[in-house]
């Protein structure tokens, strides 16, 4: 089982990149899942990760 979100957040350092965002509804259309899929634009600067900066699963926290 896992989570299905269907809404966005964006921090306050990040509100001023959103280009975009909009429910796409054939996923849910489809009976491929009860959500509608979001998608969400953001404006980014291109920025290459090391392995080194990855986060480990066990330092993520969502609440």
């Known amino acids: 089982m896992g989570y299905c979100y269907d809404y966005c957040h964006v921090g306050a350092a990040l509100a001023d990149r959103v280009g975009g965002c909009a ?3 054939e996923t849910r259309e489809l ?3 009860d959500h509608a899929e979001v998608r969400l ?3 980014l600067d291109a920025v290459r990760l090391s392995y080194g900066d990855a986060v480990e699963p066990d ?3 969502l609440f």
């Open 23 to 25: 429910y796409l509804h």
């Open 31 to 33: 009976g491929l899942t």
């Open 41 to 43: 634009e953001l404006a």
């Open 59 to 61: 330092e993520i926290a």
